[in-house]
Structures are given as C-alpha cells and as structure tokens.
C-alpha cells in the first residue's frame, strides 16, 4: 500500500471484508427463533450463535498487530477472508447446533481480524489531506453494517431459509479473495518478525477477555450478580485482565501493545469510541425491539422503519470526511455528540400514540450525528500513531470499541427491565377499585365485550386482562423513555473528553508517537 497508487480498489477491496464482518453481528439475530425451530435448541443454548461470533471476534482484535508482523499483513488479511467464506458456507451446511456454534466461532476468528487490518490499510492508502474521507469510508462497513443486518437478515429468513444468511457471504468472500491477491501489497516498512510468542500474555487475555465478554452476553439472563456463574465470570475477567495489563507492561514482546495508550490523543479517542459503542450498539438494540414488542411491527417492517438512520449516516460520513480538515476533530465530534444526545432526548419524551415522523425525525438526528462522530473520531485517535504501530492501534480501538458496545447491550437489556418492574410496580398502585375512572373504564370495556357475545364473566376477565396488558406497555413505554434519557446524559458527559483530542491532523503526518 504506497501512495496513492489504486487507492480506490483497495477501498473497494477492504470495505468489502468490513461489511461483511460487521453484518454478521446482527445479521443472525432475527433468524435465531428459526435456527431454534431446526436445531431443537432451546433459548439458552440458540444464544451461543451469537455469543460464540462475538467472543471470538473480540479476542482476536487485540491481536491482529502481533499476527501481522508475523504472516505478513497481505496474507493475514487474505486469510482471514478464506476462513470467514469458508465457515459461512459450513454455518449454512451445519447439522446441530453445536456444529453450527462451532462454524461460527471460526467465523468470528476470520472476521475479527477483517475490522481493523481494514482500517490500518485505508490510513495508509490516501494521503494526509484524505485521511477524514478514508475514515468516512470505512465508517460504511463498521457503522451500516449492523444497521442493515437485521433487515437483510429478516429478508433472507423470510423469502428462503435461514442458512442463507450464511451463504450469502460466500460469493462476496470469494471476489474479495480475488481482491485482496490482486490490489494488496503489504508496505515496505512492514518487516516480519521472529521469535518467541507471548504466549502467558496471549493465555491472560483469551481468559480475561473471553470471561467478560460472555459475562456482558449472559448477564441479563442469569439476573447477572444472583448468578454463581455471573459471579465467577467477574472473578476469573478480573483477575485475568488485571495479569493481562501487568504483563503486558513488563514484557519484552507484548501480544497487545498497551503502551501506545501513553498517548493522551489515542487514548481519549479510544474512550469516546467506547462511548460511541455503548450509544450505538444500544440503540440497536433498544429500537427494533421497541418497535416489535410494544408498537407490534414485523420483524422486517422494524428494520426497514430504521433505514433512516442509516440513510443519515450514508449522507453524514462522506460530507464529515470533506470537511475534516476544514473543521477539525473537537467541532465536529462536539456538534455530532450534542445532535446524537438532542435525538435520544427526543426519544425519551415519545408515547405510545407514537407516529412515523416521531420516529424518523430522531433516527435521522441520530444518523447524523454517528457520522460526523465515527468519522472524526476514526482519523483523530489514530493521527499521531506511527504507520509501524498502525494495526496495532487499529486492533487496540477496535476491541474497546466493541466490548463497551457489548456492555451497552447489557446495560440497556438491564435497565430496561428493572425499569418495567419498577414502573409496573408504580402504575398498579393507581389501578385498583378506589379509583373511579378505572371503575368506569371497567364498566364500559364490560358491557363492550357483553355486547359481542361473552358472558358477565367472561366480558368482566377479559376486561382485567386488557387492563393488565394496557398497564404493562405504558410500564415498558416508560421504561424505554427512561433508558434513552439515560443514553442522552451519557453522550452529554462524553462532550469534555474532546478537549484531549488533537485540534487538527497537519500537526501530525502520523509520523510521531509512542512506540
């Protein structure tokens, strides 16, 4: 990758790999009641589906600096699309769930790597003054990826089966092999490196990491610090990531290189990427199923109601990416937060009576707001890293990028549901029969299922039961107002930290930094 020579194709070429890679993390979601159906798995164990992609991807991120310097960041990269192709088309082909878990851990092992190699390689690719349209770029794949997934996973499992999810990276992967062996070189300060792994620091982290990314995916289920085995995931990410970090300080040749967080623009860059990931993954999460299970949208309906957003971020990133150097990281990043924020707190006033355009509107403030952030923060946290620390860093921005989405998840599933209890809890005091607007609404509902053909009784059960469930959507449609006033107030405390950032890329060439 030097110059400027067929920067276009090698665009083309990466943004491929990420697409693919960021698709397959929602991709699967709408699909698991099926998968489920098939492989007779019950809701526990359908999980792993998703929880055995995402483990693996994420151990693997830290790491790809290490497997670079030794394969050769070309081989690494082509690798990494061979395997990721091949354990699509074995999902697919899969006969039980415990092969298909085993498919898609392999899966996550070759996609993880796809990420940030491609971020690396788009850096390098474009000259200093492209850098904010590089990260535009690749912001398509990282950001719409997710956002497509469940809509294009819902199309598939609707219109075939599920095991098309699967092989439809199959064709992709194979023109990205083509790709990468025609358009990819590897740079020329790029030198192999020998010897001894760090295997003790490798070991510490697919403990550690491995340990707390399951805890973030079962926490919710396992009612999280009630669980023995919460518990013991905490203890064991612990004590091995606190190793993990102590080691990796101290030895020679670490596995992950803690020390470019010296850096006080990278590491300020890295934390509001993990603010982004919380925000971001979040929302995903928290939308389609506020649209399924309390507005009662099909699954594909829910995801073609959230195109907006992500036709906002298509629109947001390339114009981000133009006025990068124009603007600079802390305008942009700060408008972006307090656009991103004014949308969550849209959403937390909206009410059960909600209507297309109160959903669009914040979506697209929403889309708007991700794309001058993503693309911003893209190219400022990584300005003053040297090309030779390059992925390295990628991998570094990338894993604490994803684990604080993953939190994010868990911290949204659980407020929303104590926020249920509590607000159910609430409104139930109010309904009882010293309240005469509910004895009257009673009465009516009643005499409206009487005159449809129930019984007393049945008109007066079936009358309680409506009741219940009115109670428990209003309980939930406070609940979610509660959970995105809460994501506002996080993007509105993540404003300070642009302060740390870099005002402007010319300072840099990426030429000085920590090793």
């Known amino acids: 990758m030097t110059g400027n ?14 697409i693919m890679s960021a698709l397959d993390t929602s991709i699967v979601n709408v699909a698991l009641p099926f998968m489920r159906g098939n492989l007779g798995a019950s809701i526990d164990e359908i999980t792993w589906v998703a929880t055995g992609y995402m483990l693996s991807n994420v151990i693997v991120m830290p790491i790809i600096g ?75 794949g990282v950001v719409l990826g997710p956002a497509f997934g469940p809509t294009l996973g819902g ?10 999810i699967f092989y439809i990276n199959v064709p992709i992967g194979m023109l990205n092999l083509l790709l990468v062996y025609r358009f990819l070189h590897d740079p020329a300060y790029l030198k192999r490196e020998k010897g001894k792994i760090d295997f003790p620091g490798l070991g510490l982290l697919v403990i550690g990491l491995g340990a707390l990314q399951l805890m973030l995916e079962k926490g919710e289920r396992r009612d999280w610090f009630q669980s023995d085995f919460i518990l013991a995931l905490l203890g064991i990410a612990v004590i091995g990531l606190s190793l993990f970090v102590l080691w990796e300080l101290v030895t020679d040749r670490p596995v992950v290189n803690l020390r470019l967080l010296k850096d006080a623009n990278f590491a300020s860059g890295t934390l509001l990427g993990g603010v982004l990931g919380m925000g971001l993954y979040g929302s995903l999460f928290l939308l389609p199923l506020f649209l399924q299970q309390i507005l009662g949208y099909p699954a594909l309906d829910s995801g073609l109601a959230l195109m907006p957003r992500s036709l906002a971020m298509a629109l947001a990133m ?3 990416g133009r006025f990068y150097n124009k603007a ?16 969550f707190w849209q959403l937390s006033a909206i009410s059960l009576d909600v209507g297309f355009w109160d959903i669009f509107e914040p979506q697209f403030l929403q889309g708007v707001g991700f794309g001058m952030i993503f693309v911003a923060l893209s190219t400022a946290a990584l300005s003053t890293i040297r090309k030779t620390k390059m992925t390295d860093a990628a991998g570094l921005y990338n894993v604490v990028r994803q684990v604080f989405g993953s939190i994010g998840i868990s911290l949204t599933a659980t407020q929303l549901t104590r926020g249920e209890s509590i607000y159910g809890s609430v409104l139930s005091t109010h309904v009882n029969v010293f ?9 009516v509902m009643t005499g409206v299922f009487a005159q449809k053909g129930a019984d007393q009784v049945t008109a ?6 409506l009741l219940n469930s009115n109670l428990m959507r209003q309980a939930a449609m406070l609940a979610y107002n509660r959970v995105f006033l809460l994501v506002t107030f996080l993007f509105i405390a ?20 920590v090793d």
């Not at 020579?5 to 990420?18: D, E, H, L, Q, R």
């Not at 199309?155 to 098309?164: A, G, I, K, Q, V």
């Open 5 to 18: 020579s067929n920067k276009w194709m090698i665009a083309v070429t990466v943004i491929m790999g990420t």
């Open 66 to 140: 290490m497997l670079s310097s030794r394969l050769g960041r070309k081989t690494l990269y082509g690798f990494s699309i061979f395997l990721f192709t091949v354990s699509s088309m074995l999902c697919g082909l899969s006969w039980s769930l415990s092969s298909l878990v085993v498919f898609r851990i392999i899966q996550g092992i070759g996609g993880g790597a796809l990420i940030p190699v491609s971020q690396a390689i788009l850096r390098e690719s474009f000259p200093p003054e492209e850098q904010g349209l590089a990260m535009g770029i690749y912001g398509f």
């Open 155 to 164: 199309w598939l499992t609707d219109n075939y089966s599920w095991p098309w």
């Open 318 to 320: 390339p114009l981000a």
């Open 328 to 343: 600079g990281p802390r305008f942009l990043i700060g408008i972006g937060l307090i656009i991103t924020a004014f949308s």
């Open 435 to 443: 309240n005469q607007k509910v004895n009257n609404w009673v009465g």
């Open 460 to 465: 007066h059960s079936r009358t309680l039961q």
């Open 494 to 513: 993540a404003i300070p930290l642009i302060i740390l950032l870099k005002s402007s890329d010319h300072s840099s060439s990426g030429e000085i930094m």
